[in-house]
């Protein structure tokens, strides 16, 4: 289930440094819209009260720790273990993600509840980039991001890099490409965006590597199993 010591300082460090890569374009834009400077940041960052007032924000907690932390247990811990020795592993990293985007229908529910939306609106804007995004779109990005979290829990065989990198996700949201598109200092953010996407592929399988992170358990349960996925496990 990915509970274990060895290999577990670079298991939560480079996925999530991973991850940042993948998002250097949205990080810069952030940098940019802040009205404060890096050493002001940092102090708010680091400041104990923050950190007193973040803990005592219910939603704070519930986006930032117990959704990252129960959503990977489920779903990559739990799933991933039952579905793999009937599947394989390749068939498992593309099914959990589906029952990962169908637990967040609880947004269209939300929206049907609240009149925000009819079924049909839901449904007809899943292709079209809004913000607040539609729930049809939000599970087509949230089983991307399923199967990559999958693909991490596989590949380090430890749970704390997929929520590490769950927690940072929910607290970035969906990158805000329409809105860098109209920003003053669009061209260097573009740039940012595109340097992001190509490291982050660039780097996938290197800091993913299993040679960095010890045995990996899911891959040991299928060896005895007698089905072994190579491409994954190696």
């Given at each position: 289930m990915g509970f274990r010591l060895e290999g577990?300082?670079?298991?939560?460090l480079l996925p999530l440094l991973l991850t940042m890569i993948l998002f250097l374009g949205p990080l810069m834009q952030l940098s940019m819209d802040c009205p404060c400077d890096l050493a002001d940041g940092l102090k708010v960052v680091l400041a104990p009260r923050s950190w007193a007032r973040c803990l005592s924000d219910m939603r704070w907690l519930r986006n930032q720790v117990i959704a990252p932390l129960t959503e990977e247990l489920v779903f990559r811990a739990c799933m991933l273990p039952m579905l793999a020795p009937c599947t394989g592993l390749g068939p498992a990293v593309l099914t959990c993600p589906l029952f990962?985007?169908?637990a967040h229908f609880h947004h269209i529910i939300?929206?049907?509840r609240f009149r925000q939306s009819s079924v049909g609106s839901i449904f007809l804007s899943a292709g079209v980039v809004t913000w607040p995004p539609s729930p049809a779109f939000q599970f087509s990005y949230t089983v991307v991001?399923?199967?990559?979290?999958?693909?991490?829990f596989i590949r380090t065989g430890h749970l704390i890099g997929p929520v590490l990198c769950h927690s940072f996700c929910n607290y970035m949201g969906f990158p805000a490409v329409w809105a860098a598109l109209e920003h003053p200092q669009r061209r260097p953010l573009l740039a940012g965006y595109a340097l992001g996407v190509g490291l982050f592929l660039l780097?996938?399988?290197p800091l993913t590597d299993p040679k960095l992170y010890g045995s990996l358990p899911l891959c040991v349960l299928l060896e005895r199993a007698g089905?072994?996925?190579?491409p994954l496990c190696s």
């Amino acid at each position: 289930m990915g509970f274990r010591l060895e290999g577990i300082f670079p298991a939560a460090l480079l996925p999530l440094l991973l991850t940042m890569i993948l998002f250097l374009g949205p990080l810069m834009q952030l940098s940019m819209d802040c009205p404060c400077d890096l050493a002001d940041g940092l102090k708010v960052v680091l400041a104990p009260r923050s950190w007193a007032r973040c803990l005592s924000d219910m939603r704070w907690l519930r986006n930032q720790v117990i959704a990252p932390l129960t959503e990977e247990l489920v779903f990559r811990a739990c799933m991933l273990p039952m579905l793999a020795p009937c599947t394989g592993l390749g068939p498992a990293v593309l099914t959990c993600p589906l029952f990962f985007g169908v637990a967040h229908f609880h947004h269209i529910i939300e929206q049907l509840r609240f009149r925000q939306s009819s079924v049909g609106s839901i449904f007809l804007s899943a292709g079209v980039v809004t913000w607040p995004p539609s729930p049809a779109f939000q599970f087509s990005y949230t089983v991307v991001f399923g199967a990559y979290t999958a693909f991490l829990f596989i590949r380090t065989g430890h749970l704390i890099g997929p929520v590490l990198c769950h927690s940072f996700c929910n607290y970035m949201g969906f990158p805000a490409v329409w809105a860098a598109l109209e920003h003053p200092q669009r061209r260097p953010l573009l740039a940012g965006y595109a340097l992001g996407v190509g490291l982050f592929l660039l780097l996938l399988q290197p800091l993913t590597d299993p040679k960095l992170y010890g045995s990996l358990p899911l891959c040991v349960l299928l060896e005895r199993a007698g089905d072994s996925e190579a491409p994954l496990c190696s």
